[in-house]
């Protein structure tokens, strides 16, 4: 298994501002993705971030507004550029181990994010 | 690509009752399911995934459930809810489109116990 942490797990910013988000697995991992959760709403998968590579992204989203970082194989942060209210949302931070679709993913706790 | 879709977007039970909370998917060759569970102001953890083999898989917290390939379903299934188990279900299937391995989540269920 792995323990997932991220920071902040809130914040309140203004608009057109930038929030980085840093997710920290306490184990190597090969996978790590993020998530949006809208209110009262389901995940939606931004991108997955691969270690030494660029990250993927889903349709709909692009690096421009949601730039990514995975320096080694605990780490990543996916940043939330220039900020509108429509941003307000959980972003959450997944690692699956080991990169096969049967892997389970293990999540952290989210932060908890509201652009005024 | 793969989907789901969980048919109920809220379910209400008394405590110690039965509980069924329904889950589809898409048709595939081979298929990879995950039900997670979602606390308040937590993140995801998972409740049980079935990978192959018996149709019956048993999970966390007394959670099971039960894959129907001819129905393309994989329901989650509690026999006793506690007031403890409020909280919102995601089913979740494995899709590999785009080269590489993620999950598809259904909308969720809000499950609500009441005493």
């Known amino acids: 298994s792995a323990v997932i942490s991220q920071k902040p797990s809130r914040d309140i910013c203004q608009r057109g501002t930038s929030l980085t988000i840093q997710c920290q697995v306490d184990s190597q991992v090969t996978m790590m993705f993020w998530y949006r959760q809208q209110p009262g709403q389901s995940l939606t998968l931004i991108a997955t971030?691969?270690?030494?590579?660029?990250?993927?992204?889903e349709s709909g989203f692009v690096i421009d507004k949601f730039p990514i970082s995975r320096p080694n194989l605990t780490f990543s942060t996916l940043t939330v550029s220039n900020m509108s209210p429509e941003d307000s949302s959980i972003y959450l931070c997944?690692?699956?181990?080991?990169?096969?679709?049967?892997?389970?993913?293990?999540f952290g706790p989210g932060t908890r994010l509201t652009v005024l | 690509a793969q989907s789901v879709t969980q048919l109920d977007s809220q379910v209400p039970v008394f405590e110690e009752a039965p509980v069924e909370l329904r889950c589809n998917y898409s048709s595939s060759v081979s298929v990879y399911l995950f039900w997670y569970v979602q606390y308040p102001n937590q993140g995801l953890q998972l409740l049980l995934k079935?990978?192959?083999?018996?149709?019956l898989v048993k999970g966390i917290n007394g959670f099971e459930a039960e894959f129907n390939k001819s129905q393309t379903s994989f329901h989650l299934r509690k026999p006793s809810v506690h007031i403890s188990d409020t909280a919102e279900y995601f089913c979740?299937?494995?899709?590999?489109?785009?080269?590489?391995?993620?999950?598809?989540f259904g909308a969720g269920t809000r499950l609500a116990v009441h005493p």
């Open positions: 997944s690692a699956g181990t080991g990169g096969k679709p049967t892997d389970t993913q293990y």
């Open positions: 971030a691969n270690q030494g590579s660029e990250a993927t992204y």
């Open positions: 979740a299937v494995s899709d590999r489109s785009g080269g590489y391995n993620k999950l598809i």
């Open positions: 079935y990978l192959s083999g018996s149709t």
